[in-house]
């Protein structure tokens, strides 16, 4: 498929998971790729290889996201090396599991320094530098639904990702940009994984009416769909990916 043909995207957080899936996705339906990444600069140099080895284009830049002159960097050198930007997936973020009463300060800094700080500033950057009718997708989840003890920081910094995003697509329509905000659900990967036990991955799979929990390319197949000229009449929406598990 090339709906995506003669179109650049920058994906943050693009070395692994659900990131690492929608760069692989945008570029095997014809976008030229930036996969950003913060340190894992190997795994991102592999996911460029898996790129251009199935006959792609793509590009590792390094940039952390919660600090805004990186942001502003990430832009230039995508529009230096590709000459534009049409597309952003802002998908770089942290979780964080605790009960509210065992939140610190730094917790709660480190997590809305990316979810939020870099969602914001991404899009900041997006306002002057993205193509007339480009798009721009962020990634939200669908716990923000949901009333689930230890994910207060991380839902909540979600929530504010998704009210920026209706914002922020009344801003940007008149330039023909749409915005709008993913939610997935509980999703096959390290990031999920990580400090859940298989009985726990099996009791999230059995919250979603499909019975499953999500796979990376289902995310990405949203994403890319958002990212086409098919949905040029969705604009600050939020779409939830989660197999009717919220």
């Known amino acids: 498929m090339t709906k995506l043909q003669g179109?650049?995207?920058?994906?943050?957080?693009?070395?692994?998971?659900?990131?690492?899936?929608?760069?692989?996705?945008?570029?095997?339906q014809g976008a030229q790729v930036v996969v950003n990444y913060s340190s894992s600069s190997g795994e991102a140099e592999e996911v460029v290889k898996e790129i251009t080895d199935a006959g792609g284009e793509a590009y590792a830049v390094k940039a952390n996201v919660s600090q805004p002159t990186e942001i502003t960097t990430l832009f230039d050198e995508c529009i230096s090396h590709f000459g534009k930007v049409d597309i952003l997936v802002n998908n770089a973020g942290?979780?964080?599991?605790?009960?509210?009463?065992?939140?610190?300060?730094?917790?709660?800094?480190?997590?809305?320094?990316?979810?939020?700080?870099?969602?914001?500033?991404?899009?900041?950057?997006?306002?002057t530098k993205l193509e007339k009718g480009g798009r721009i997708i962020n990634i939200s989840t669908s716990v923000n639904r949901m009333m689930i003890p230890t994910y207060a920081a991380y839902s909540s910094s979600k929530s504010a990702v998704e009210q920026m995003t209706r914002v922020f697509a009344k801003e940007m329509g008149s330039k023909g940009i749409t915005v709008n905000s993913v939610s997935p659900g509980p999703v096959d990967t390290e990031?999920?994984?990580?400090?859940?036990s298989e009985d726990d991955i099996k009791r999230f799979a059995s919250m979603a009416a499909l019975g499953r929990i999500g796979q990376p390319?289902?995310?990405?197949?949203?994403?890319?769909?958002?990212?086409?000229?098919?949905?040029?009449?969705?604009?600050g929406q939020n779409i939830g990916a989660n197999g009717g598990f919220a």
């Not at 650049?8 to 998971?17: D, E, K, L, Q, Y």
């Not at 964080?96 to 991404?122: A, H, P, Q, W």
């Not at 390319?217 to 604009?235: G, P, R, Y």
């Open 191 to 196: 990031f999920f994984r990580e400090g859940k």
């Open 94 to 127: 942290v979780a964080l599991y605790r009960l509210v009463k065992d939140i610190t300060e730094e917790d709660f800094d480190k997590v809305f320094s990316v979810n939020v700080k870099g969602v914001m500033f991404c899009m900041k950057e997006a306002a």
């Open 217 to 235: 390319t289902d995310i990405a197949q949203v994403v890319a769909f958002l990212a086409s000229d098919e949905s040029s009449w969705i604009s």
């Open 7 to 28: 179109k650049v995207a920058i994906v943050t957080g693009a070395s692994r998971n659900i990131g690492k899936a929608i760069a692989k996705e945008l570029a095997a």
